[in-house]
């Protein structure tokens, strides 16, 4: 996947469009990402043990990878990462658009 955990991501699009944030999590075999503050659901918790809380939460579901482009941090531009590999052998992500490593 092009995106990781504590990436910076941009939705590019569904109802959520044009919003940034973190990506908490990554399920590669679903090809899924849960992003901060993105699609956000609201579930009613019915308390199970006692003293344990129960009520409305609201929490962060799934979105499809393919719907997030990282954001460089250096331009703050949505950018597919490209991967090159230095002198050394090590492989490092890189923003197309300026050439910055990620």
Do not use: W
């Amino acid at each position: 996947m092009h995106i990781k955990t504590n990436d910076m991501v941009v939705v590019l699009s569904g109802r959520d469009r044009g919003k940034q944030g973190k990506v908490m999590s990554v399920d590669p075999k679903g090809g899924k990402a849960i992003v901060e503050g993105v699609s956000v659901a609201k579930r009613h918790k019915k308390p199970r043990k006692e003293g344990e809380p129960g009520g409305i939460i609201t929490m962060e579901t799934p979105i499809y990878a393919s719907k997030l482009m990282r954001v460089c941090p250096k331009c703050d531009k949505p950018t597919k990462p490209a991967s090159i590999f230095k002198d050394d052998g090590e492989k490092v992500r890189v923003c197309k658009q300026c050439g910055a490593e990620i």
